[in-house]
C-alpha cells in the first residue's frame, strides 16, 4: 500500500471516532457511564495508529533521500569507473570478465559487450598466456597487489605492452570471489626502458674487463663495487666453526662487493669463467645516471640473500634443500626437454653451506630425490629439476 495513502486514511479514521465519541457523550438520553468500554479502547488505539503512521511516514522520508543519495552515489562511481583515464575490468577467480569500462574497451578496440564472458586470457599474446594462466592460480591465495607486465593483443589490431595491476575481492568467509584489473598501455615506457638499457650497456661496455678462472678467488676492494658481465660468481662467508655458507650467487647483470655487506669475511668464487666491471663508490655517488643504473641491481642481490636467509631459517633440511633448488632454478636454471638444467655445477659440499647442513646429509637427500625421479644428472654433473615443489 502507498505510504502516503495508509496515513491519510489513518487520520480519517481516527477523525470519524474523534467525532463519534465526542457526539456520543453528548447525547442527553445516553449516560456517560453506558458508553461501551470498547469504543473508548477503540478511540484510544486509532491515536497509537495514527503515532505510528506518523513515524512510518518520516521513515519513509528518511528512506527515500537514503536511496537517492545511493543513487547519486552510485551514478558518481559509475561514471568514475567508465571514464576513468586507466582500463578496469572485473573478473571471476579464474579470469572471465564481469564487468569492464570504456577505457579498457578502447584499449582492446572492442565493445564493451564484446568484452564480457571472454576470458582475458584471449587478449595475452599466445606465449605469454600461460604464465598469466599461472599467475591466476596463485592470484586466488595471495592478498598482495600482483602486477604483470604482459603484450596485449588488440582486436584487428597491434600489440602493445601492458602493465595489469590486480587486486582479489574476498567474501567475509575469506573466499576469493573476483578479481579486479587496472590495465595501463605502457608500451612508450618499455620503449623508454629499452633506449635506458642500451645505454646502460654502453656504461659498461666503455669500462676494461676483469677475467677470473673457475675456482678462483675474487678480490675485492672495499672502494668499489663489481658488476658481472658474464659468468657466475659465488658469495660467502665463514661460520665460527670454520665453515663455509653460501649467501648469495651473482649471476649477469648483477653486482656485488664488500661495500654492500657488513660481514667481517666475505668472499667472492668464480664458479665458471666470468667477466667483470669494476665501478667505484664515488662514481656512483658523483653519477646519477649510474646510480639510476645500479639501484636495481642493488635491490636485486638485497632480494637475493633474503631469499637465502629464508632457506636457512626453515627448520627441517628437506625443507631447506628444497627450497634452495627452486632458487637455484630461478637464478641459473635452464630449460631442456628433461626439466630444468642448473647450468652451473654444485657440488654437495656447496649445497651444504647453504642449508647450513653436513655433505653426507645432502648426499642422502640428494640420493633420495633421484630415487623418487625429481632430480637426475646430465653427462657433467649438472642437476636437472624434474618436480620439485
Request: charged share 25%; net charge neutral; with cysteine.
Amino acid at each position: 500500500m502507498n505510504i502516503e495513502k495508509f496515513v491519510q486514511r489513518t487520520e480519517i479514521l481516527h477523525k470519524r471516532l474523534a467525532d463519534l465519541y465526542q457526539t456520543a457523550s453528548l447525547l442527553p438520553w445516553i449516560s456517560p457511564d453506558l458508553l461501551p468500554e470498547a469504543f473508548k479502547e477503540l478511540h484510544n488505539t486509532s491515536k497509537v495508529a495514527q503515532l505510528a503512521a506518523d513515524e512510518l511516514y518520516q521513515q519513509n522520508e528518511e528512506l527515500i533521500k537514503t536511496r537517492n543519495w545511493l543513487e547519486a552515489e552510485r551514478h558518481y562511481y559509475q561514471d568514475l569507473f567508465e571514464l576513468a583515464p586507466d582500463g578496469y575490468l572485473v573478473t571471476n577467480t579464474e579470469g572471465i570478465i564481469q564487468e569492464a569500462n570504456l577505457t579498457a574497451a578502447k584499449l582492446l578496440n572492442v565493445s564493451k559487450h564484446f568484452l564480457l564472458g571472454k576470458p582475458i586470457v584471449n587478449f595475452v599474446l599466445l606465449e605469454e598466456r600461460q604464465q598469466v594462466r599461472n599467475e591466476l592460480i596463485q592470484l586466488s591465495q595471495s592478498d598482495k597487489v600482483q602486477e604483470l607486465l604482459v603484450r596485449l593483443q588488440q582486436r584487428y589490431g597491434e600489440l602493445f605492452y601492458a602493465a595489469l595491476t590486480v587486486t582479489v575481492v574476498r567474501n567475509q568467509q575469506g573466499k576469493a570471489i573476483s578479481l579486479r584489473w587496472m590495465v595501463r598501455n605502457i608500451t612508450q615506457r618499455q620503449q623508454l626502458e629499452s633506449v635506458k638499457v642500451k645505454d646502460k650497456n654502453d656504461i659498461f661496455n666503455n669500462r676494461p674487463l676483469h677475467k677470473y678462472d673457475k675456482g678462483e678467488t675474487i678480490p675485492l676492494n672495499p672502494l668499489a663495487i663489481w658488476y658481472v658481465s658474464q659468468g657466475l660468481v659465488k658469495l660467502s662467508t665463514y661460520c665460527e666453526t670454520g665453515e663455509e655458507v653460501l649467501i648469495g650467487l651473482a649471476t649477469p647483470g648483477m653486482v656485488f662487493g664488500s661495500s654492500l655487506t657488513s660481514l667481517d669475511i666475505y668472499q667472492a668464487t668464480a664458479l665458471a669463467d666470468v667477466e667483470l666491471v669494476s665501478v667505484y663508490a664515488a662514481e656512483v655517488s658523483a653519477s646519477a645516471t649510474l646510480s639510476h643504473t645500479l639501484l636495481p641491481k642493488i635491490k636485486q642481490r638485497l632480494q637475493q640473500t633474503e631469499s637465502f636467509l629464508a632457506i636457512s631459517g626453515r627448520r627441517r633440511v628437506q625443507d631447506r634443500l628444497q627450497h634452495l633448488l627452486q632458487l637455484l632454478k630461478r637464478e641459473v636454471g635452464e630449460t631442456i626437454p628433461e626439466g630444468t638444467r642448473l647450468n652451473v655445477r654444485f657440488t654437495h659440499e656447496d649445497i651444504a653451506s647453504a642449508c647450513c647442513t653436513t655433505r653426507v646429509t645432502i648426499t642422502r637427500l640428494m640420493g633420495k630425490l633421484q630415487e623418487e625421479g625429481r632430480i637426475s644428472f646430465d653427462l657433467k654433473k649438472h642437476i636437472i629439476l624434474r618436480d620439485v615443489d
